[in-house]
Nanobody, 116 residues
Framework: QVQLVESGGGLVQPGGSLRLSCAAS????????LAWYRQAPGKERVMVASVTRGGQTVYMPSARGRFTISRDNTKNTVNLEMNDLKQEDTAVYYCNAPGSDYWGPWGQGTQVTVSS
């Protein structure tokens, strides 16, 4: 099973940007879909964005136009570029592989805090 480790979170002011990275312990080119999720305090974990092996992407409505998900099959990473961050984007962000046998236990995630 491929292990996924998230990084890149931090504290940023509203309107700022962050780039999250999810590094896999093995090859990801065979994984049908990879996704970023987030869980805000007191809320359920939700999918933020997903990308298929063919490069098709889906975003949650509030992320559309601000976030960009990408996968690099040569570096075995899945990245989430986040721009124009808002306080409501504050959450712990996770990556996983939905809809396939590559789905694994949740990792530590990476904390994103948007605050002035």
């Amino acid at each position: 099973q491929v292990q996924l480790v998230e990084s890149g979170g931090g504290l940023v002011q509203p309107g700022g940007s962050l780039r999250l990275s999810c590094a896999a312990s093995g090859r990801i080119d065979g994984i049908p879909a990879l996704a970023w999720y987030r869980q805000a305090p007191g809320k359920e974990r939700v999918m933020v964005a997903s990308v298929t092996r063919g490069g098709q992407t889906v975003y949650m409505p509030s992320a559309r136009g601000r976030f960009t998900i990408s996968r690099d099959n040569t570096k075995n990473t899945v990245n989430l570029e986040m721009n124009d961050l808002k306080q409501e984007d504050t959450a712990v962000y996770y990556c996983n592989a939905p809809g396939s046998d590559y789905w694994g236990p949740w990792g530590q995630g990476t904390q994103v805090t948007v605050s002035s």
